[in-house]
């Protein structure tokens, strides 16, 4: 017999924006569950490997940080958001790798260079130098706590930088050299 009702799997997706310099918080909260702030999200950590795969995504976006925003370049005016949300996330599960994405000013429409972190349905999209490198931290000071936790088993925070330095100086390279030529073709056409 059937109720008529249907169920609808639905994925939630939520991208933040940040542009320059912000404050980034990693904590314990008050049900002893780690914490990271940063600008419109509070991020909470239930699962040990979420917050290694999110530190190896900044690792990677930080070993691009010199390609896409050199210190030279001005990133140029960015628009501020119409709308700010504030968001509380749950990172309950074990994603098995990140997604960074990078778009340099040389090839962007609007000449602002990006650098992206996703995991599942979360992107925190940077446009600025400063931008990551405040993420970078925040990042590394949350997964720290769970690395110096020790009954996680997890890698220092500093092995996982260099696997990912390494890693990168393999394959990287010739990854974002490869997107920015796609992105140029695509505009030419």
């Known amino acids: 017999m059937s109720t008529g009702t249907e169920t609808v799997d639905a994925v939630s997706r939520l991208t933040i924006h940040i542009a320059g310099e912000h404050e980034t918080n990693a904590s314990i909260g008050l049900t002893l569950i780690p914490l990271l702030k940063i600008p419109t999200a509070i991020i909470?950590?239930?699962?040990?490997?979420?917050?290694r795969v999110w530190w190896e995504g900044w690792c990677e976006a930080n070993e691009m940080l010199?390609?896409?925003?050199?210190?030279q370049i001005d990133a140029g005016e960015l628009r501020e958001p119409e709308?700010?949300?504030?968001?509380?996330?749950?990172?309950?599960?074990?994603?098995?790798?990140?997604?960074?994405r990078a778009r340099s000013a040389?090839?962007?429409?609007?000449?602002?260079?990006?650098?992206s972190v996703t995991?599942?349905?979360?992107?925190?999209a940077c446009a600025s130098r400063v931008a990551v490198e405040c993420q970078?931290?925040?990042?590394?000071?949350?997964?720290?706590?769970f690395a110096r936790d020790g009954g996680f088993g997890l890698p220092s925070v500093d092995e996982v930088a260099a696997r990912v330095r390494a890693d990168?100086?393999?394959?990287?390279?010739?990854?974002?050299?490869?997107?920015?030529?796609?992105?140029?073709?695509?505009?030419t056409r």
């Open 44 to 51: 909470e950590f239930r699962h040990p490997i979420g917050a």
């Open 66 to 71: 010199d390609r896409i925003f050199p210190e």
């Open 83 to 100: 709308l700010i949300i504030n968001s509380f996330v749950l990172l309950d599960d074990a994603p098995r790798r990140a997604k960074v």
């Open 106 to 115: 040389a090839v962007s429409p609007d000449g602002i260079g990006a650098l």
């Open 119 to 124: 995991v599942g349905g979360l992107t925190i």
């Open 136 to 145: 970078v931290r925040g990042w590394r000071e949350a997964y720290d706590m």
């Open 168 to 187: 990168h100086a393999r394959h990287g390279g010739n990854e974002l050299s490869t997107a920015a030529e796609e992105q140029r073709a695509g505009r």
